[in-house]
């Protein structure tokens, strides 16, 4: 897909990836063809809110600001996204500090008279408290509804206050896939923020990534290669002057990276991301191919296997056979797979978040899906939207010797008994060593079930019988995808 940047607002994943939020078939069914629609449910419990994953990425950047223009009721995820930037900091190394971000507090009589008056305030005012580099401006529901010219007013202040001032139009109703948040502040990094490279370096590498600490950086060191993680937990200096940018997850990175490709000429590692012994592999050899290491990736490749046969086939005779349920967004549940596969673990069954069935750059060896099908078999699919009535019956159903979700907590499979565990923000799972802290993990929580036996005794779901013994997916609308 090419990357437009003329536009203030970026192409939705609706229709710029076909992502589907409802589905109910097999891996090879779903991918036989890219233009499945989407089934739409008749009853929907929760989801997520596009607008918070901007400030996801907008509030961890360290040197710019944020303005949200809207009611205080959107800014109850600041609280978290400070925790979060403060501990991503500490882990970094970093100064601990708090997000940047002012919210406009927009009221019944802005939705009257208009809010115009108080976004001009915020911004001269987040110039006046932060000194950012840049401030970036997001619409909400409420500011979108009255129509408040916030591109307009992002241009007269940048003009007056000397830096960019990014209008991100990223209301929640604009798109049913929260995902979309995402690339609406890639898009704005993009268009705005990003200057053409002065002067190329030519051992450096994007990562694009949450929080990551060590992600990389052993293996790179070994090829004499530097990361350069960007957004969030980062400046943006240095982006377009990198040689290759590499990403973890496709619902994060996908659009910078293509973006990069397209418009700055830093060109994406074609490869799936390096989840498990396999796909390392092909990682490290795309990365040896584009940097002319061939030879010293493979040398990385033997020495990083031979540092984890040990602890892999220790952890293989406790974890063979054993059942697991996953629960993520589409890239990264189709990369725990890989790594239960590699462990000699079963797949139970699954819930997607959502799952693209296009590509930014399009290109077929970042599809991971299909990498897992040709690696470790075919599985079933459903694809959920994070409705957690439909998780919680679905863990019911499969009874899994250990549940893995990520944004949804472990609860529900808590309050069933289940072990469960959290693929959190740090992708700590990736690359050689990464399987054998997941392994570990899982070992560690099926080994010790006492007290998720507890909390199963003194809990009560809030779901009946009735639903429990319903199939997962029969809320779905459409045709049966077989
Ligand atoms: S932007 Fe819209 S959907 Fe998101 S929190 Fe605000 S009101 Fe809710």
């Given at each position: 897909m090419s990357i437009n940047l003329n536009e203030p607002a970026v192409e939705l994943r609706e229709s710029?990836?076909?992502?589907?939020?409802g589905y109910e078939g097999d891996a090879a069914h779903l991918l036989s063809k890219n233009d499945f629609p989407n089934r739409e449910r008749s009853f929907t419990q929760c989801g997520s809110c596009s607008a918070d994953q901007v400030m996801n990425l907008f509030t961890q950047i360290q040197d710019a600001a944020v303005v949200e223009h809207g009611p205080a009721g959107c800014a109850a995820d600041i609280p978290y996204r400070n925790a979060t930037f403060r501990l991503g900091n500490r882990r970094m190394g970093y100064p601990v500090h708090n997000v940047k971000y002012i919210n406009t507090n927009l009221d019944e009589k802005d939705t009257i008279y208009g809010g115009g008056a108080k976004l001009e305030k915020a911004i001269r005012e987040a110039k006046r408290r932060f000194s950012p580099k840049a401030i970036f401006v997001t619409t909400t529901c409420a500011s979108a509804i009255i129509g408040d010219d916030v591109p307009g007013i992002c241009d007269e202040l940048e003009e007056e206050l000397g830096i960019p001032v990014v209008a991100t139009l990223c209301e929640g109703f604009r798109t049913n896939i929260w995902a979309t948040g995402f690339d609406s502040s890639n898009h704005s990094i993009l268009r705005k923020i990003v200057k053409p490279a002065r002067q190329k370096q030519p051992d450096l590498i994007n990562v694009i990534s949450f929080q990551h600490r060590f992600l990389f950086e052993s293996v790179f060191k070994q090829l004499g290669l530097r990361p350069n993680h960007i957004v969030p937990l980062s400046t943006i200096e240095h982006i377009s002057e990198a040689a290759a940018t590499v990403q973890y997850c496709e619902s994060l990175g996908s659009y910078l990276a293509a973006g990069l490709e397209q418009h700055f000429g830093v060109p994406e590692v074609k490869a799936p991301a390096p989840f498990g012994i396999k796909a390392s592999d092909e990682m490290l050899r795309e990365i040896g191919r584009m940097f002319h290491k061939e030879a010293e990736v493979e040398k990385v490749i033997t020495s990083e296997k031979e540092k984890i046969a040990k602890d892999l086939e220790r952890l293989r005779s406790k974890l063979t056979g054993k059942r697991a349920f996953i629960a993520a967004g589409g890239p990264l549940a189709y990369n725990i797979i890989a790594l239960v596969k590699d462990l000699g673990m079963d797949v139970a069954g699954t819930c997607i978040w959502h799952h693209d069935q296009k590509f930014d750059n399009d290109d077929e060896r970042l599809n991971f899906l299909k990498f897992d099908l040709k690696h470790y078999g075919n599985f079933h699919i459903g694809v959920c939207n994070k409705q957690a009535f439909e998780v919680a019956n679905a863990i019911n159903k499969h009874k899994p010797d250990i549940a893995i979700s990520r944004h949804i907590t472990t609860v529900w499979a808590a309050k069933l008994g289940i072990p469960s565990i959290f693929a959190g923000n740090e992708p700590t799972e990736m690359l050689y060593d990464g399987l054998i802290r997941f392994g570990q993990t899982i070992d560690d929580a099926i080994s010790n079930p006492a007290y998720i036996k507890n909390v199963a005794k003194h809990s009560k779901l809030p779901y009946t019988d009735w639903w429990l013994e319903?199939?997962?997916?029969?809320f779905l609308r459409g045709e049966k995808n077989v």
């Open positions: 710029r990836l076909r992502t589907l939020t319903q199939n997962t997916y029969s």
